[in-house]
């Protein structure tokens, strides 16, 4: 059974951090694109991040500058470091898989194939 296990989320005042992390089984997360995704109440659901197998990564315009993400392909598992936190970062955030074929950052999220069930985030001002 396929299966991502996000951890990290909590409340934050603003200007805080917080790191998410997703570990994934080898063969989910071998050779596999990993993202971000973030939903807030009564919103859709979107990209926050990005990363390919070899380390290519794509950032929405929103946390550039604030958010990293990164693989340890040796532990199967990917980060999100979130720097600078606001407010409009509260959301639900997702991890997902995406097989090849890949437009990294550009794939909507009824094409991802496996996905996490969610760590809440909370900035308060």
């Known amino acids: 059974q396929v299966q991502l296990v996000e951890s990290g989320g909590g409340l934050v005042q603003a200007g805080g951090s917080l790191r998410l992390s997703c570990a994934a089984s080898?063969?989910?997360?071998?050779?596999?694109?990993m993202a971000w995704f973030r939903q807030a109440p009564g919103k859709e659901r979107n990209i926050v991040a990005a990363?390919?197998?070899?380390?290519?990564?794509y950032y929405a315009d929103s946390v550039k500058g604030r958010f990293t993400i990164s693989r340890d392909n040796a532990k199967n598992t990917a980060y999100l470091q979130m720097n600078n936190l606001k407010p409009e970062d509260t959301a639900v955030y997702y991890c997902?898989?995406?097989?090849?074929?890949?437009?990294?950052?550009?794939?909507?999220?009824?094409?991802?194939?496996?996905w996490g069930q969610g760590t809440q985030v909370t900035v308060s001002s």
């Open positions: 990363i390919s197998w070899s380390g290519s990564t």
């Open positions: 997902a898989v995406k097989n090849w074929p890949v437009r990294l950052g550009y794939d909507p999220p009824n094409e991802y194939d496996y």
């Open positions: 080898e063969r989910t997360f071998r050779g596999n694109a």
